[in-house]
């Protein structure tokens, strides 16, 4: 199955990041699409804008019919979607052509020039920058990213379809279904330890990917990865290099050297080194199409951010971030990024951590990363797809923590701890569903205030 032939698409689990980006291009494409959730979110609500209809409840007989056609109907599924749910079974004991969300992106692409954004973290991001750098060019392009990009208040954005810029999950080996014709790696860092066996076996994994690379295709990577291509960080070795970073008022402001070519005064609505080699990685990109100095800069000034990427909520009276951090080193990087911008204000962090089994593998990293904060809540494990784990949980890794000011705690519990009126820096942290409690935590400042 190599086109998409189907009258109609129903995914299980449409409300997810990566899903329902797949589901509004296939709505833009004017596909029939439709379905299920677990959950009413800011997401499905936006879908439901667009005329996609969604159920939330497990029940067959809620499906319109056109989508019961086992002829015409391919079905979608995301990793998170257990074996025993029930539409799930009901499409797979009826025998309709079910696939996973990453064989639908490979779909898309497979006979289309296609950039990848991969690597342990910052893809979103570099994916998000390099979207809104291409928006400003006359390049016809569609790109799938992992956040909702502020520029579009969308995960999808459609300028065309003869390039596609698409993030590379290494979760689940989801990106070896992919044949890019360029391939940006940012960086690897052990991860996703319920699917690979260890940092090599990750790595050889990533090996694989660049294998996969098109014929006359390029690899982008990290000056911190040894592999053959063009390389991009901070040292003069380096093909694409950042120099003269500053930070100030929230904004980055740095140069790029490549060859002979020179980058100056780029600004950044962003604020942390990771943030400038993320944003190094989408300029390394935009040069390899030789888009020009002006429209590149352009495009990083304009960028208003992604959701849940050090996303400011408050600045006043008390100072408010939200971030998607959900592994130990991107924690280390929220923590060095504030204390850049705040060295003398105490730093107060609300972390739910994500999966039991990633929580798990890095227990001792977690407790020490959060240990560099002055006060620390913990909410409860976000379990996804997993099950609970014996002797895994947030009070365990409580316990760890070597902060004096430091809860377990939940929903009503975090309201409280931030009426106590000693916060100076708040941060929320987490991949799971922490992002709901953001504009509750903002009502409750503004109460106080």
């Known amino acids: 199955m190599k086109k998409l032939g189907f009258k109609n698409y129903f995914f299980i689990g449409i409300g997810g990041i990566g899903m329902s980006s797949l589901a509004r291009y296939l709505k833009f494409k004017e596909k029939n699409v439709s379905g299920y959730d677990l959950n009413q979110s800011k997401i499905t609500n936006q879908l439901k804008d667009l005329e996609i209809e969604i159920i939330f409840k497990e029940q067959i007989d809620l499906i319109e019919k056109i989508y019961l056609n086992v002829e015409d109907t391919l079905i979608?599924?995301?990793?998170?979607?257990?074996?025993?749910?029930?539409?799930?079974?009901?499409?797979?004991?009826?025998?309709?052509?079910?696939?996973?969300?990453?064989?639908?992106?490979?779909?898309?692409t497979y006979d289309k020039f296609t950039i990848a954004v991969s690597g342990t973290h910052g893809k979103t991001t570099v994916t998000s920058l390099l979207t809104n750098i291409f928006s400003h060019s006359d390049i016809e392009f569609t790109s799938?990213?992992?956040?909702?990009?502020?520029?579009?208040?969308s995960n999808l954005y459609v300028q065309g379809d003869k390039i596609f810029i698409v993030e590379a999950d290494e979760y689940d080996k989801s990106f070896l279904k992919l044949n890019p014709d360029i391939l940006c790696i940012n960086n690897i860092d052990e991860?996703?330890?319920?699917?690979?066996?260890?940092?090599?076996?990750?790595?050889?994994?990533?090996?694989?990917?660049?294998?996969?690379?098109?014929?006359?295709?390029?690899?982008?990577?990290?000056?911190?990865?040894?592999?053959?291509?063009?390389?991009?960080?901070?040292?003069?070795?380096?093909?694409?290099?950042?120099?003269?970073?500053?930070?100030?008022?929230?904004?980055?402001?740095?140069?790029?050297?490549?060859?002979?070519?020179?980058?100056?005064?780029?600004?950044?609505?962003?604020?942390?080194?990771?943030?400038?080699?993320?944003?190094?990685?989408?300029?390394?990109?935009?040069?390899?199409?030789?888009?020009?100095?002006?429209?590149?800069?352009k495009g990083l000034k304009e960028f208003k951010g992604i959701e849940r990427r050090f996303s400011v909520e408050l600045i006043d009276p008390v100072i408010y971030i939200d971030d998607y951090a959900h592994h130990p080193s991107e924690i280390i990087s929220v923590y060095k990024t504030l204390s850049d911008l705040f060295p003398k204000k105490k730093k107060f962090a609300i972390f739910q951590p994500h999966l039991y089994s990633r929580t798990r593998d890095f227990m001792d990293d977690f407790a020490n990363s959060l240990s560099n904060f002055d006060k620390v809540a913990l909410l409860e494990i976000y379990p996804a797809r997993e099950k609970s784990i014996p002797g895994i949980s947030s009070e365990k890794l409580l316990e760890k923590i070597k902060v004096f000011d430091k809860s377990l705690t939940d929903e009503k519990g975090i309201i409280n701890i931030i009426n106590q009126n000693d916060n100076e820096v708040i941060v929320t942290m987490g991949a799971g569903d922490i992002g709901n409690l953001v504009n509750k935590i903002k009502k409750e400042i503004a109460v106080e205030i």
């Open 191 to 297: 991860d996703h330890l319920d699917v690979y066996d260890d940092y090599n076996d990750l790595k050889y994994s990533f090996e694989k990917f660049i294998k996969q690379i098109k014929s006359g295709g390029s690899l982008i990577f990290n000056e911190n990865l040894n592999f053959i291509g063009k390389s991009f960080g901070i040292n003069k070795e380096s093909n694409y290099k950042l120099h003269n970073i500053v930070f100030k008022n929230l904004q980055s402001i740095f140069d790029v050297e490549y060859k002979n070519i020179f980058l100056k005064n780029i600004e950044l609505n962003m604020v942390g080194f990771h943030n400038c080699l993320n944003a190094l990685a989408a300029i390394a990109i935009s040069l390899e199409f030789n888009i020009p100095k002006e429209i590149i800069k």
């Open 144 to 153: 799938f990213s992992g956040g909702i990009m502020k520029n579009f208040n």
């Open 76 to 108: 979608i599924y995301t990793p998170a979607i257990q074996s025993h749910n029930i539409l799930y079974k009901y499409f797979i004991e009826n025998n309709f052509k079910i696939i996973k969300r990453s064989d639908l992106l490979q779909l898309i």
